[in-house]
């Protein structure tokens, strides 16, 4: 199983990017998939996530204006971000369970001032 990961760059405060997460191999049913994120010097958190079903969950830092989605069909998970900030700068990592766990690569989010 592979998870791949784009949608990473450099954008300024108040700006958006759009990240997706697609996973390929041998997949019978692909359960939560989700966003975390990792700032230098900092541990990685939980941005947010969403269940097969479209139950979603937020960091209370992103409610408002990230939002994150799923197309079953292509096993792909996205995550909308607006209004970004110098704060959400970090690499970010998804996640998905395909039985356990997978991580795909990171992709690098730069917000600037």
């Known amino acids: 199983v592979q998870l791949v990961e784009s949608g990473g760059g450099l954008v300024q405060a108040g700006g958006s990017l759009r990240l997706s997460c697609t996973a390929s191999g041998s997949i019978f049913i692909i359960g939560a998939m989700g966003w975390y994120r990792q700032a230098p010097g900092k541990q990685r958190e939980l941005v947010a996530d969403i269940t097969r079903g479209g139950t979603m969950y937020y960091a209370d830092s992103v409610k408002g204006r990230f939002t994150i989605s799923r197309d079953n069909a292509k096993n792909t998970v996205y995550l909308q971000m607006n209004s970004l900030k110098p704060d959400d700068t970090a690499v970010y990592y998804c996640?998905?369970?395909?039985?356990?766990?997978?991580w795909g690569q990171g992709t690098q989010v730069t917000v600037s001032s």
């Open positions: 996640n998905a369970e395909i039985g356990a766990r997978y």
